[in-house]
């Protein structure tokens, strides 16, 4: 596999080479944690681990961030993809808004976003989604959308519109976007965006590549991870994000190869989840990975030299993602002896 990375370079053509962990360390971990074993089988919608229970939704701030979606006619990934940390984050005034429609046009096995043809794009969208950073007050705003490979360009326009509508209307909200692949759009669709100007560009790895077959079987592992390594290219000030679901079936050998080529890539930022089995029909869960094991798992990825990490079974991509965001800055401040612009 390292040899399939080779052609990933900084823009000065210099090879970009993750840093590398002691392989006393791994195999001493992959020991105590049997990492390089699969993982075993469980039945299907098996029963969640204590650790996996949340409470339900109660408070009024849950409520009224609700109420303020409907009224602006806004579709959220957090109800979408029904991700478990919906009330704490609502509680909070925090959601993540996903644009471009409520329909994909992939079909992806972890995901419970509606499959179909898209409609048209609401045009009025950007203006609505400016108007909701304003009044729940938004010091960091994450933004995502379905797949859109019946647009032109991918959808890329909708986000530079999107972007610019609340840079005019919030200044001083620090912008975070989770794209998807673009697919063959995608040289000039990331062009657009990183123009733009978002703080945090996000694009999913989401599992490891011998997964990619059946449970992501739109996508290509290495076209995504091009993807993040042009992003760093065309602009370094950007933080670049990217994520993997874990109990999937992956091994830890495996994970730790995909951290290494997102760290030749450039990435600064990587969240670990658990995966949850959204319906029957969507792929099952191989384990669930205890907490100690994301500790574990935490521990090898920041040796590698990203500059975040979040890992616990219930991170998910814009999980507590402005207060990550801001320790995220502060290291890169400090790592530039406190001098340096915005981002």
């Not at 005034?93 to 992806?108: D, S």
Request: charged content about 25%; hydrophobic content about 40%.
């Amino acid at each position: 596999m390292i040899q399939d990375i080779a052609d990933l370079r900084h823009s000065d053509g210099r090879r970009a080479i993750g840093r590398a962990v002691p392989r006393v360390y791994l195999e001493a971990m992959s020991e105590i944690l049997n990492l390089s074993d699969p993982a075993p089988v469980t039945p299907a919608r098996a029963r969640k681990p204590d650790w996996l229970r949340v409470k339900a939704p109660t408070s009024l701030a849950f409520s009224e961030t609700r109420a303020l979606m409907r009224r602006l006619k806004l579709n959220t990934v957090c109800e979408e993809a029904a991700c478990p940390n919906i009330g704490e984050c609502w509680s909070q005034k925090h959601a993540t808004v996903m644009i471009l429609g409520e329909t994909c046009t992939r079909a992806c096995a972890f995901c419970n976003v509606k499959t179909g043809m898209p409609g048209p794009v609401d045009m009025s969208e950007p203006a609505h989604l400016a108007e909701a950073a304003v009044a729940l007050g938004l010091e960091h705003i994450v933004i995502t959308s379905v797949d859109r490979d019946d647009l032109p360009d991918g959808g890329a326009g909708h986000f530079v519109r999107v972007i610019e509508a609340i840079r005019a209307a919030a200044p001083a909200t620090t912008i975070e976007i989770l794209t998807p692949d673009f697919r063959n759009k995608a040289e000039r669709a990331v062009q657009m965006i990183v123009e733009a100007g978002p703080d945090v560009y996000n694009h999913n790895l989401e599992t490891v590549p011998r997964l990619y077959p059946t449970i992501r079987p739109g996508a290509r592992y290495y076209h995504s991870l091009r993807l993040l390594d042009r992003v760093k290219a065309l602009s370094p000030r950007i933080f670049t994000k990217s994520g993997v679901m874990v109990g999937l079936g992956e091994t830890g050998q495996e994970l730790h190869q995909v951290w290494d080529d997102m760290r030749s890539a450039g990435v600064d930022f990587l969240t670990v989840g658990q995966y949850l089995q959204p319906t029957p029909r969507h792929a099952k869960v191989m384990e669930f990975v205890t907490p100690q094991t994301f500790q574990a798992y935490a521990s090898v990825a920041r040796s590698k030299g990203f500059l975040q990490v979040a890992a616990s079974p219930l991170t998910r991509s814009s999980y507590h993602a402005g207060r990550d965001f801001a320790e995220m800055q502060a290291k890169r401040h400090a790592e530039a002896g406190g001098s340096g612009a915005r981002g």
